[in-house]
Nanobody, 121 residues
Framework: QVQLVESGGGLVQAGGSLRLSCAASGTIFSINHMDWYRQAPGKQRELVARIFPRGSKDYADSVKGRFTISRDGAKNTVYLQMNSLKPEDTAVYYC???????????????WGQGTQVTVSS
């Protein structure tokens, strides 16, 4: 009943920028936090950025000052603006959201399919 659709990944040169989008659709009662994760080959999946309903944000140390997470509640969409990209940012990026589908339902995690971001040197 709920799906997350991502867009914006691609190939970019070091120092460039990309903007990722993730839109949640379906039967949605409320959304708690929305997140961006990434996973590079041979490495653990890491939380890149998280945004809460009241606007508080958390970032991984590796992206602070370069990435910005934002949220459009009316569109159930989360964005990740990525600037000053480095080859180390190369990974598959995943959108995640904790969503309640009804008043009586507990929040469940939903994931996008992932989008590849490749930064060349």
């Amino acid at each position: 009943q709920v799906q997350l659709v991502e867009s914006g990944g691609g190939l970019v040169q070091a120092g460039g920028s990309l903007r990722l989008s993730c839109a949640a659709s379906g039967t949605i009662f409320s959304i708690n936090h929305m997140d961006w994760y990434r996973q590079a080959p041979g490495k653990q999946r890491e939380l890149v950025a998280r945004i809460f309903p009241r606007g508080s944000k958390d970032y991984a140390d590796s992206v602070k000052g370069r990435f910005t997470i934002s949220r459009d509640g009316a569109k159930n969409t989360v964005y990740l603006q990525m600037n000053s990209l480095k080859p180390e940012d190369t990974a598959v990026y995943y959108c995640n959201a904790q969503i309640r589908t009804s008043y009586s339902a507990v929040g469940d995690d939903y994931w996008g399919q992932g989008t590849q971001v490749t930064v060349s040197s």
